[in-house]
């Protein structure tokens, strides 16, 4: 439990904090901006082998990075060790990433229900030549891999899988505390991160699930005994946590025992209208559209002025901007001045949802080994861009 930060392969990253993958997120715009709050590992969004093996545009697109990004992080999403392996190959023979993550954490029903994301280490050989194949591609390019406590409380896979990770060469293994059928529901399970970080203490391993705050990360770090934590919902609309974070990690880096209160950012609406045009502006430079960017941006308008005084005629206003001009119009009528809404700007942002049961293909539980015609149906498994 030193969070000293992390390290993989040559790779050091001093904030033991990463930004998990999210679908329409985490694009080059918004890791740029979190970046310009706090330090740590920014993750592309997921793309899947296929995809990227077929080079695509928007696969190509997805795995861009800006030359400010000084660490390029994919994440591969797949279902086939072969097209893993050629994915990570191209990768690596073309520099196009420093850090590449697999994802087997997606609980999406359109891929678990052809035995993708979520749902794949239940086949255990599968889940490690996955791994094995993509490990030895990459070469002096480190691999890490993201996982679900598994399909459901009956059908666990967290612990096998860590343990495969590992022996396949891994350097970092980070546990999502929910399972696939929990969904975006309830709380995190941080015991099954604690007890993940028990049974693998040759390896680093992260935590992820319900980190709003510098302060809950902290408490994951004491609780669990990770080596870091993943961020995912709790960044949403506000870049600047990463800024918390990174305060946060010095102090404990200095002394893990401190109770020292480290001062949160909190933002005026000023601040907060400064941050949504920056983001959007970054956005028009992604997309090379002042048009797309703005409607991109729309769907993070809830987000950033969650808890913040501003009205249904304004977050309307701003869902129908279609350009920076326009934005500067909308924002213009805000009072700058409003200062941070405390706690109804604090908490749980982003899918929520309730418990569900786990989509999966026929059969898919009656054996931990891949059989029959299962390994073609898990070829459609894997039909988009982003898996997510």
């Known amino acids: 439990m030193s969070g000293s930060g992390l390290t993989y392969g040559s790779l050091k990253i001093k904030t033991p904090v990463v930004l998990a993958p999210m679908a329409g997120i985490t694009n080059t715009a918004f890791r740029r901006l979190c970046r310009e709050f706090g330090g740590g590992l920014y993750v592309s969004e997921m793309v ?12 190509l697109r997805l795995v861009g990075h800006h030359e400010s990004e000084d660490i390029r992080s994919v994440q591969l999403y797949g279902v086939d060790p072969k097209t893993i392996s050629q994915a990570v190959t191209m990768l690596v023979a073309e520099d196009r990433a420093d850090h590449i993550d697999l994802n087997f954490g997606c609980p999406v029903p359109k891929v678990t229900r052809k035995g993708g994301g979520a749902a794949l280490p239940w086949k255990q050989d599968l889940f490690s030549s996955i791994v094995t194949a993509a490990v030895r591609a990459a070469g002096d390019v480190p691999v890490t891999v993201k996982m679900r406590k598994g399909i459901d409380q009956d059908h666990l896979t967290f612990l096998d899988a860590g343990k495969s990770a590992r022996d396949a060469g891994v350097a970092a293994v980070a546990l999502h505390g929910r399972t696939a059928s929990d969904y975006y529901s309830g709380n995190a399970d941080w015991n099954s991160i604690a007890q993940l970080r028990e049974a693998l203490p040759d390896v680093q391993v992260l935590g992820n699930g319900d980190i709003w705050s510098a302060g809950d990360a902290i408490r994951m770090m004491r609780e669990t005994g990770v080596d870091g934590v ?9 870049p600047w946590l990463f800024g918390d974070l990174q305060a946060a990690f010095e102090e404990y880096q200095r002394d893990p025992n401190s109770n020292a209160a480290i001062e949160p950012i909190q933002p005026t609406l000023g ?16 997309f090379e559209s002042e048009e797309r960017a703005c409607r991109d941006i729309r769907k993070h308008v809830a987000w950033y002025f969650k808890g913040y005084p501003v009205g249904g005629e304004f977050r309307a206003a701003l869902a129908k901007v ?7 119009a909308i924002l213009a009528t805000l009072d700058w001045s409003s200062p941070y809404p405390g706690d109804l700007a604090e908490g ?8 569900k049961s786990c989509s999966l293909p026929e059969n898919w539980l009656l054996s931990r080994e891949l059989e029959g015609d299962q390994r073609t149906m898990l070829n459609d498994a894997e039909i988009n861009v982003s898996g997510g």
């Not at 993943?230 to 506000?238: A, K, P, Q, S």
């Open 348 to 355: 749980p942002r982003g899918r929520l949802g309730g418990a």
């Open 322 to 328: 279609t350009s920076l001009d326009h934005m500067d």
């Open 48 to 59: 899947t082998s296929r995809a990227l093996v077929e080079r695509t545009e928007e696969s």
């Open 230 to 238: 993943v961020v995912g919902r709790g960044c949403l609309g506000r």
């Open 271 to 286: 601040e907060v209208a400064q941050a949504f045009k920056r983001h959007t502006e970054l956005l028009v430079e992604f």
